[in-house]
Each structure stands twice: as structure tokens, then as C-alpha cells.
């Protein structure tokens, strides 16, 4: 499977932004489909992921509440709908994909497929 991330941007404080993940080569309700971030010098942290073959979620602490992970089967994207982001939201953000064992993850060394980061910038 091919995953293209899109969406990222520069936005002030307490703004929102929504987050795409195309994928290509496979349904996406077939695999997990996980979101991580890497703010510069730090490492690439879980932020949500959506269940492979339901509609189970789960997210960071620190964004619970803030933002929703959801699947749309027709176009074959999961999104990350953000809202009331904040200055520490701030990273390069990726989306994976879990093609075994479809449960949730939340390490990145167990997704297998990785697109290209989206930059998302907040300014406070």
C-alpha cells in the first residue's frame, strides 16, 4: 500500500486543521491506519490510530479530546480532523499503515507503510 499525507499548513492557536492520508494498492478499511508526529529534535511519537476492519480509535493524552481520527471507505483516506491546536502540536506529521494483525498500534516500528510527513505549524 501507498500512503500520501496532506493537509498540514500554518495555523494560530486554538485553529484547526484537517489532515488526509490517501492510501493506494489496498482498501483502507483493510489495515490500521496510524498518525505520528516528530517535532525537531525529538522522536516520532503516536498520536492516534484507527482500527483496521472497525471503526475502533484510540490517541495520545495529549491530544485526546482535540483531535478525531476517522475513515472515509469511498474515497479510501483516513483523516485527522485537529482542533484547538496548540504551539506544541507543532511537528511534521505522518501517516502509516499496520497491514498485519489489524489491532491497534502504538509504536512506529510496527506499521510497515509510512508516507511522506505533512507540516504543521502553530502559532501562538
Known amino acids: 500500500v501507498q500512503l500520501q499525507a496532506s493537509g498540514g499548513g500554518l495555523v494560530q492557536a486554538g485553529g484547526s486543521l484537517r489532515l488526509s492520508c490517501q492510501a493506494s494498492?489496498?482498501?483502507?478499511?483493510?489495515?490500521?491506519v496510524g498518525w505520528f508526529r516528530q517535532a525537531p529534535g525529538k522522536e516520532r511519537e503516536f498520536v492516534a490510530a484507527?482500527?483496521?476492519?472497525?471503526?475502533?480509535?484510540d490517541y495520545a493524552i495529549s491530544v485526546k479530546g482535540r483531535f478525531t481520527i476517522s475513515r472515509d471507505n469511498a474515497k479510501n483516506t483516513a483523516y485527522l480532523q485537529m482542533d484547538n491546536l496548540q504551539p506544541e502540536d507543532t511537528a511534521v506529521y505522518y501517516c502509516?499503515?499496520?497491514?498485519?494483525?489489524?489491532?491497534?498500534?502504538?509504536?512506529?516500528?510496527?506499521?510497515?507503510?509510512w508516507g511522506r510527513g505533512t507540516l504543521v505549524t502553530v502559532s501562538s
Open positions: 484507527i482500527r483496521g476492519t472497525s471503526t475502533d480509535t
Open positions: 502509516a499503515g499496520k497491514m498485519y494483525n489489524v489491532g491497534i498500534a502504538y509504536y512506529a516500528d510496527q506499521y510497515g507503510s
Open positions: 494498492g489496498r482498501t483502507i478499511n483493510s489495515f490500521t
